[in-house]
């Protein structure tokens, strides 16, 4: 019965758990289900504070992020960052995308933009927008930031001067942003610590995008209000791709999401009715 | 000289002065050039941390290999690509520019179509392990286990779109679970976890704490 841990030598039940699993997250893939997804209150906040920037606002997306979580959170920097740069082309706001996290963040944010190449490649490079790809430092590259953004941003991915970029002309703290989306697989906490509205009074607003299991880490922070919304994981990531009415990934996963539940669900009941079938044979011991 | 630099109480007071100065500047909004400068070396300091990183890397898998020891075709390995993908940075140009020595298609093959699914592919075997639990470990043997388990069905039918097309309800269950019980712990470990770090920065000023020197207790 003990599960042996060894590369391919795992018990039978447990592959035939694993073909099922693999069969099902698959089964989307070719054959889509399509069922519809609920708008959580979050979420709609969300794009509404980003819907709201108007001409000549500062957008910061900062994505403390490494690519192997892009299942998760991807879908959901990918729709953010369609609606982002949609704005820039019809509000004429204006985007600083860079990340501090020590792993794959320039990987990562490689693969966004690749993947939304087609909304960027016509805006004005420098003007409208600008990558800075990996500042280094994390949470003091974010301190720095906050105070003084031609210090921590000092050359952007292509190797440019920040002060020969338009962009950045008149954007010298956190002050002058107008608001945040911030993507982080791991703690949020720096987030509120650095960058919170409450402590910088030209910020308007911050949003996290984070996954499923560290919403509850950072609703305290939203009670508060050093938080001021968050996108919940790739169901989130769905949410908005929705809401900017344009399905992808995010969309696709999320039936992939329902039937890897409901086998999961399944799992779990069969489990326990098969443990209480067998406990119910066994005469009691006083142990237990 | 030599012996009143290896004192023990140097480094404590160099840590004294500088965390004292930045948390002084964080709740008083004082001096914050100085506090502003502590945090660029701090940057710095963190870029020379891959340096060392690198050194500490290669000496521990080259002696591996040397020694043959068990498993040491891995340490090859890893060594291997390491370089590959050190080169690929280093010569293979940065955001627009072309690189020097590598193609920049190259290495967006590599980072991007090599190492991006290896690190999903990692990230995602976890889930497989996820449902050999629910199928082995997930039984319900007291009813702590129980309520653990109806909570996590829940959260399974709040997150996934099916849950809310088999009963709208769950959706509403689902957000309470996540936004007011889980929360509520968290908080708790969020004091906790804020108690504790004053109490270490107490112990690492009173010199009691020596773990970040390295030389333990």
């Known amino acids: 019965m003990a599960a042996k841990t060894e590369l391919g030598r795992f018990p039978t039940a447990d592959r035939v758990i694993f073909l099922v699993f693999l069969i099902l997250i698959s089964t989307p893939l070719v054959v889509l289900i399509g069922l519809p997804i609920p708008i959580s209150e979050s979420t709609r906040k969300s794009y509404e504070l980003m819907n709201s920037l108007k001409s000549g606002d500062v957008l910061v997306m900062c994505f403390e992020m490494d690519v192997g979580a892009f299942p998760a959170l991807g879908p959901g920097d990918m729709a953010a960052l369609k609606h982002a740069f949609t704005m820039v082309k019809e509000k004429g706001i204006k985007v600083i995308i860079f990340g501090t996290y020590e792993s794959g963040v320039k990987i990562y944010i490689d693969k966004i933009l690749q993947e939304t190449k087609e909304y960027w490649e016509s805006l004005n490079y420098g003007v409208d927008w600008v990558n800075f790809g990996w500042i280094p430092g994390h949470e003091t590259a974010m301190a720095t930031f906050a105070r003084d ?128 079938y067998t406990h119910a044979k066994k005469p009691k011991r006083k142990e237990e | 000289m030599a012996v009143i630099l290896k004192r023990g109480e140097i480094p404590i007071i160099l840590f004294t002065v500088v965390s004292g100065i930045i948390l002084f500047s964080y709740f008083t909004g004082l001096i914050p050039e100085v506090a502003d400068e502590l945090i660029g070396w701090s940057i710095i300091l963190v870029s020379f941390s891959y340096i060392l990183g690198l050194v500490t890397l290669l000496r521990y898998h080259l002696v591996r290999i040397r020694k043959r020891e068990k498993y040491w075709p891995y340490s090859a390995i890893l060594l291997a690509f390491f370089l590959m993908f050190l080169v690929s940075g280093l010569l293979g140009g940065v955001g627009g520019y072309e690189g020097i020595a590598v193609s920049k298609e190259f290495k967006d093959f590599l980072w991007l179509h090599m190492l991006a699914p290896l690190q999903t592919g990692v990230l995602s ?26 909570t996590a069905i829940l959260l399974m039918l709040y997150t996934a779109p099916i849950g809310a097309a088999i009963w709208p309800g769950f959706v509403p269950i689902g957000a309470w679970l996540k936004d007011v019980a889980n929360s509520g712990a968290y908080r708790g470990i969020m004091i906790g976890v804020g108690i504790g770090l004053i109490a270490l920065w107490l112990r690492a000023v009173l010199g009691y704490e020596k773990s970040y020197l390295g030389g333990g207790r």
Request: proline share 5%.
């Open chain 2, 125 to 150: 075997y976890v889930g497989f392990y996820m449902y050999t639990v629910f199928f082995r470990g997930a039984r319900t043997r007291s009813w702590d286990i129980g309520i653990m388990l109806i």
């Open chain 1, 149 to 276: 953004v031609h210090t921590a941003c000092s050359v952007d991915v292509y190797g440019t001067p920040v002060d020969e970029l338009p962009i950045m002309k008149d954007i010298k703290t956190i002050n002058d942003v107008t608001g945040i989306w911030y993507t982080t697989y791991s703690s949020p906490d720096m987030l509120p610590r650095q960058w919170s509205p409450l402590e910088w009074p030209g910020l308007k607003w911050t949003i996290c995008s984070t996954l499923f299991g560290t919403v509850s880490w950072l609703m305290p922070y939203v009670n508060a209000g050093s938080i001021t919304s968050y996108v919940a994981d790739q169901r989130g990531g769905a949410e908005y791709e929705v809401l900017i009415g344009k399905r992808g990934l995010g969309c696709k996963f999320m039936d992939a999401q329902s039937l890897g539940h409901i086998y999961g669900i399944a799992l779990i009941i069969g489990s326990n009715v098969y443990y209480l």
